[in-house]
């Protein structure tokens, strides 16, 4: 395989920079993206939903390198929820959960 996330040894992609002392989440939604994420995971065992690598791997070329690891994260929480109707399109562009 041969896609834009297989970037370990890719020449022009630029040195790796380490942040001394990283912390694990450098925002706090990143913590509680990793929350949902996990949580999700567990709880939607038996859901039929595509592996974690799978569904982070089939982002857009262009979207994965403009976003971050998180984010990243997120795109496959979303793109999970709404491809196994625990959330539809419009409870997601309206951040209001169905009230029936």
């Known amino acids: ?5 297989d970037m370990g040894g890719m020449d022009g992609m630029g040195p790796i920079e380490r942040e001394a002392d990283e912390p694990v989440f ?3 939604w990143e913590g509680r993206v990793y929350a949902i994420a996990t949580g999700i995971d567990r709880w939607g065992v038996g859901r039929n939903w595509t592996g974690f690598r799978f569904e982070i791997e089939s982002i857009p070329a262009a979207e994965y390198l403009r976003i971050s690891y998180y984010e990243k ?6 793109n999970r929820l709404l491809k196994s109707d625990l959330v539809t399109q419009e409870e997601l562009e309206s951040a209001a959960s169905d009230p029936n």
């Open 1 to 5: 395989m041969n896609g834009v996330h």
């Open 26 to 28: 450098h925002e706090p």
């Open 73 to 78: 994260w997120f795109t496959m929480v979303v």
